[in-house]
């Protein structure tokens, strides 16, 4: 059975300097956590040195996220570039009938199904390692947002949370011993 999420990357290992170039595009339809507003799209290359399996590529998005000062919806669009390494362990069987080469992965997750790359697995650790930490609206923190104030939300960035301007007295600037 073949599933679309996979990419066959075996006659790439088993045939190293061989260069496979795709072109993809996903809406990513398994996460839920993730809102996107255009597919996710790019372009992925693979080659194997015998040792290594090497994977690069460049992807664009457009998300929507939650304004970090007043929790609206905000549009941001997301660029990323992958470098991932791969060890390969066994032989090409390009060089010789014995053996055959496949990649061990050392990740946390599965990110490969034997020589097949799980591409929305990998495209997904991309796009959530880009993403803001804090989103903001078109007010940002310095401007006067209206939805923040009808919240109560009226932190800027400079008042920050209480507890850290109380720890801020602590810390004394130091006299030159000149």
Known sequence: MRRDDLLDLNDVLQHPGR???????TELN????????????????????????????????????????????????????????????????????????????????????????IVEALLRQGLLVELPLQPLCEYGWDGDCPIARKKGKIITAKEGRPEFGQLANLMKPEEDDR
Do not use: M
């Not at 260069?19 to 595009?25: A, G, M, P, Q, Y």
């Open 19 to 25: 260069k496979l170039e795709v072109d993809i595009s």
């Open 30 to 117: 398994q996460e839920e956590d993730l809102d996107l507003v255009k597919p996710l799209e790019g372009y992925l290359e693979a080659v194997s040195t015998g040792n290594i399996l090497l994977l690069t590529g460049k992807f664009s998005t457009r998300v929507v996220l939650e304004c970090a000062r007043c929790s609206e919806p905000v549009e941001s669009d997301v660029t990323f570039d992958i470098d991932e390494q791969f060890p390969v362990e066994g032989v090409p069987s390009s060089y010789g009938a014995q053996d055959y080469a496949r990649v061990v992965p050392d990740e946390p997750y599965e990110l490969f199904e034997g020589n097949n790359l």
